[in-house]
């Protein structure tokens, strides 16, 4: 079985915010796999299950706000008795600017307080795979909570929407080819406008870079 669990808060007052980034993408994976989410108290989720290629995928939602994820994880891993090498994680970057992922392997929270939990309530084990969705730049300081529970100004919005999209295929990557492979073909993708140099006019377009960023949201 393979796990892939997004992070966010529950209530339809965050639906929209960059915090939600993950249920964001796991809804878009729900839609993609005719999956149907079933709320699933002991879990402390909403979960769906479904069969992808030759994987029997488990999708969840953590009912148990960001901050408390792992207490969901943690009873999601024990049920299932998976493996941390099953599980992915999707969350919110503030690091990552807005049309940018990342895929990365273990590592710290880098101050995203969900992934916080997670490494918390599995004792310190950090060896699960993580999808990080842009939401920057980040204001920093005493704003970045604000920032992250805040939606999208209205000229962003259709720049998010193709990111949590791209996120997606992303997440279909990993469970068909795997981290490696996947990491190789996300990583670099840029979405949006891109100023080539100063004083020059900003142009849309995908292209790729090598570049890396470790430090998350709140």
Not at 144 to 172: G, H, I, M, N, Y
Request: glycine share 10%.
């Amino acid at each position: 079985m393979k796990i892939i669990v997004g992070l966010g808060n529950p209530e339809l007052r965050y639906y929209s915010t960059r915090h939600n980034a993950g249920f964001r993408v796991v809804d878009l994976l729900a839609t993609e796999l005719g999956a149907h989410f079933k709320v699933a108290n002991d879990l402390k989720a909403d979960v769906a299950k479904v069969n992808y290629k030759t994987h029997t995928v488990l999708l969840a939602k953590p009912k148990t706000y960001m901050n408390l994820s792992g207490d969901a994880v943690q009873r999601i891993l024990h049920w299932y008795k998976a493996d941390l090498s099953a599980l992915l994680v999707i969350h919110d970057d503030v690091s990552l600017p807005l049309g940018r992922l990342r895929l990365q392997k273990g590592g710290g929270a880098g101050g995203q307080h969900g992934v916080e939990s997670i490494i918390e309530c599995l004792g310190g084990r950090k060896e699960f795979d993580r999808l990080k969705v842009g939401v920057g730049p980040d204001p920093g300081g005493d704003k970045r909570a604000d920032f992250v529970l805040s939606p999208f100004a209205q000229t962003d919005k259709e720049l998010f929407e193709k990111s949590l999209d791209k996120c997606k295929e992303a997440s279909l990557s990993w469970l068909e080819k795997g981290m490696d492979a996947s990491m190789n073909a996300f990583n670099g993708v840029i979405l949006g406008e891109v100023i080539e140099q100063k004083n020059t006019t900003s142009k849309p377009r995908e292209t790729s870079e090598n570049k890396s960023a470790d430090i998350s949201s709140p």
